[in-house]
């Protein structure tokens, strides 16, 4: 989700209720994104509600995540100490780092060993001695991270269609 403006005590609620709401729809989303470029600041009230959502979404084997964070609401996270209960490895400087990141997770978490190494190391690849080739088309280098990437997505949630939803025709 993304957040634009303060989140101070007067906020604090709508926010609460917007992440209420992300779980309604979503039951099995437990790793929530903030994209928190557009947070100015953050008051004590705003810093123990992110500690809070961060505890409450990690007990049910999930996270909170933020990228682009402002220096001043992160110095107010650390300040409260509410920063330690995030984690410092909740936080990321661009969107792209923060999904690879919480996609290695997530691989880990649900694949574990039966994924081989060279699938998690999506972001370092080396180049081929001989050209990849799909259906007939040569694949560029650079295409390589989106394919591992969709790959990576189909192999952790193979086996799980039913849990969202979906049914064999």
Do not use: W
């Not at 999506?122 to 081929?128: E, Q, S, T």
């Amino acid at each position: 989700i993304r957040i634009d403006g303060s989140l101070f005590f007067g906020a604090v609620h709508h926010i609460e209720q917007q992440l209420q709401a992300i779980d309604a729809n979503n039951p099995l989303l437990k790793h929530v994104l903030i994209i928190a470029n557009g947070i100015n600041f953050i008051d004590l009230s705003g810093a123990e509600m992110l500690a809070h959502e961060a505890r409450r979404r990690k007990n049910i084997g999930g996270g909170l995540y933020f990228c682009g964070l402002k220096r001043n609401p992160l110095h107010m996270l650390q300040k409260s100490g509410h920063l330690a209960t995030i984690g410092k490895t909740h936080l990321f400087d661009s969107k792209a780092q923060a999904i690879e990141e919480i996609l290695k997770d997530l691989i880990r978490i649900n694949a574990g060993p039966a994924l081989p190494k060279y699938l998690l190391n999506a972001g370092n690849l080396k180049p081929f001695k001989k050209p990849l080739v799909i259906f007939g088309n040569p694949v560029k280098q650079t295409e390589l991270r989106s394919l591992r990437r969709i790959f990576l997505f189909f192999f952790l949630f193979a086996g799980r269609a039913t849990e969202y939803g979906a049914t064999s025709a």
